[in-house]
């Protein structure tokens, strides 16, 4: 019963947020500042998941095979490689680096 407790609340609580959005005045939407922060908000919260998700295990800090695999991402994004290309590098290194025991 408290699972369902929590996902009602977390129902509610999405709704709340997202109503809340709307009923922001438009003037406050074209302030430069806020403008600014909402162009650099996603991408500051993606790098903080990808950060958390490739050096994290638990509430230790690990460098294992995924961060050789965020390397070699990382790397394919300095050339400019294509979006597909990028995760292949990553995911060819993450198994490369795990196949040979890391």
Avoid: S
Avoid at 76 to 81: G, I, M, P
């Amino acid at each position: 019963m408290n699972i369902w407790i929590a996902i009602g609340l977390t129902v509610v609580g999405c709704y709340a947020v997202k109503l809340a959005g709307l009923l922001v005045p438009v003037g406050v939407l074209e302030r430069p500042l806020v403008r600014r922060l909402a162009a650099l908000l996603p991408v500051a919260l993606l790098a903080a998941l990808t950060a958390q998700q490739a050096f994290a295990d638990g509430r230790t800090l690990v460098l294992d095979a995924r961060a050789a695999g965020l390397a070699a991402a990382a790397v394919a994004l300095l050339l400019r490689a294509p979006f597909l290309l990028v995760v292949a590098a990553a995911v060819l290194v993450t198994a490369g680096v795990r196949a040979l025991g890391g």
